[in-house]
């Protein structure tokens, strides 16, 4: 049986949080809670936290040992790109795109 959490909107870019789930993919859930810990990126401690949550949802489900569970799958999609102006000289003006990721995490047993 699954075990599955959702972070929607989190404000990081897919790109940068895709760098930490191929690192944890077809892990076992307590080693990948190691390794997140370890690791020095921003998008480790987002994919940390949602973790935590599908290990919750299958100790909520009573499916099997939350830390026993193999990580099926880590997506990671884009989100609502938000656009920032900034000024430049000349009257000018520069896009800046603050990205936004939806992240899923599922568990097997």
């Known amino acids: 049986m699954e075990s599955k959490a959702i972070l929607k909107y989190a404000r990081i870019a897919p790109r940068k949080v ?3 789930t191929t690192l944890v993919k077809g892990k076992t859930a307590g080693d990948a809670m190691i390794n ?3 690791l020095p ?3 480790s401690k987002i994919v940390a936290k949602v ?3 599908a290990m919750a949802n299958a100790e909520q ?3 099997a040992d939350p830390e026993s569970m193999k990580i099926k799958s880590v997506l990671v999609d884009q989100g609502p790109t938000m656009k920032r102006m ?3 000289a000349m009257g000018r003006a520069d896009v ?3 990205r936004t990721s939806h992240i899923t995490v599922v ?3």
């Open 18 to 20: 895709r760098r930490v």
């Open 96 to 98: 800046i795109r603050k």
């Open 86 to 88: 900034s000024p430049r």
């Open 41 to 43: 990126h921003r998008g």
């Open 36 to 38: 997140l810990g370890l």
């Open 51 to 53: 973790l935590r949550s």
């Open 61 to 63: 489900k009573k499916v």
């Open 107 to 109: 568990l097997e047993e």
